[in-house]
């Protein structure tokens, strides 16, 4: 499945060219010095902190679902969704391990959807046991936020626009609590909230 994370990667790369200045972002960034492993991408933010940002398309487990759902099987299709859903808490973990690293970087990463259907899939998915959404566990374990297109465009959007005038490592605390409030949004499907948001922000940043 080499392609399709090749692919994911590519179109995080494309986002960040298409929306931030080549100034703002790094790529290939070793974050830790006891570590081979390099994140795909950092967002520079003000005084050279980071954010990490990696993708993640475990293709095979997401193609499950939809072929669960075309035959008709729950038992396959609840099956296949708990197994994407493993797979993007091994991923924030991983991130967590190899990419959060205070005060190189601020205290959360980014994990990256490429699609909106696989973002939606994501972020509509609840634990069978105790009804937490997929997206606020992981975030509040692991300190990762899953974006999609829309979200992360949206929140390239406001960086851009906004960070120029934001003390990143007085307000850390606060870029996580945005990146929380975007996710939570999105989650309930309540797009024109974030226009909303991202308005609210860049008031409070001037």
Sequence with gaps: MKK??????????????????????LSNVKM?????????FAIKLKE?????????????K?????????????????????????????KAKSVNDKYINPPKTTDFAIVYAPTESLFSELSSYQDPVNKELLTQEIMKKYKVVILGPNTLS??????????????????????????????TLISHFHLDR????????RRDQR
């Design 4 to 25: 399709f994370g090749t692919l994911a990667e590519f179109s995080l790369g494309s986002l960040l060219e298409d929306l931030l200045p080549a100034s703002q972002y």
């Design 32 to 40: 830790k010095e006891d570590t081979s492993e390099n994140v795909e």
């Design 48 to 60: 050279d902190v980071l954010v990490p940002v990696d993708s993640h398309f475990p293709v095979d």
């Design 62 to 90: 997401f193609k499950a679902i939809e072929d669960a759902f075309k035959d008709e099987d729950k038992k396959a299709a609840a099956d296949a969704r708990k197994n994407l859903a493993k797979a993007f808490r091994d």
């Design 154 to 183: 949206a929140y390239l959007q406001s960086l851009h626009m906004g960070f120029q005038t934001l003390k990143v490592q007085k307000h850390a605390t606060e870029i996580y609590d945005h990146l929380k409030t975007i996710s």
């Design 194 to 201: 974030i226009a909303h948001l991202m308005r609210a922000n």
